[in-house]
């Protein structure tokens, strides 16, 4: 079974980075998409980028275009969210998702496709 393991949250202040990463295992798939989503205090879970495995397409939520950079290391199968310029908008738990097929682009935001998520970690963005 895929299991998902994130680290690299914590509390920054507005303007700083982190890093977030989601290490992989349990999976065999050669084709699959990798995706982070947030979920902020009363508010529905929200995709914030997804990468897909065959051709290393990227996709980005607007509102972290520019700012979010995701992308994966195959070796080690990881994935990583660089996050900078950061805002406290940007407050959350991040989770990362893994869906076992490259998704179509309409499609990498919407949670039901992903069929793994590991627990979350807690990004705080102070103002």
């Known amino acids: 079974e895929v299991q998902l393991v994130e680290s690299g949250g914590g509390f920054v202040q507005a303007g700083g980075s982190l890093r977030l990463s989601c290490a992989a295992s349990g999976f065999t798939f050669d084709d699959y998409s990798i995706a982070w989503f947030r979920q902020a205090p009363g508010k529905e879970r929200e995709g914030v980028s997804c990468?897909?495995?065959?051709?290393?397409?990227?996709y980005y939520a607007e509102s972290v275009k520019g700012r979010f950079t995701i992308s994966s290391d195959g070796a080690k199968n990881t994935a990583y969210l660089q996050m900078n310029s950061l805002k406290p908008e940007d407050t959350a738990v991040y989770y990362c998702?893994?869906?076992?097929?490259?998704?179509?682009?309409?499609?990498?935001?919407?949670?039901?496709?992903?069929?793994?998520w590991g627990q979350g970690t807690q990004v705080t963005v102070s103002s």
């Open positions: 990468i897909s495995s065959s051709d290393g397409s990227t």
């Open positions: 998702a893994f869906a076992p097929t490259v998704l179509f682009r309409q499609w990498v935001f919407v949670d039901s496709f992903y069929a793994y």
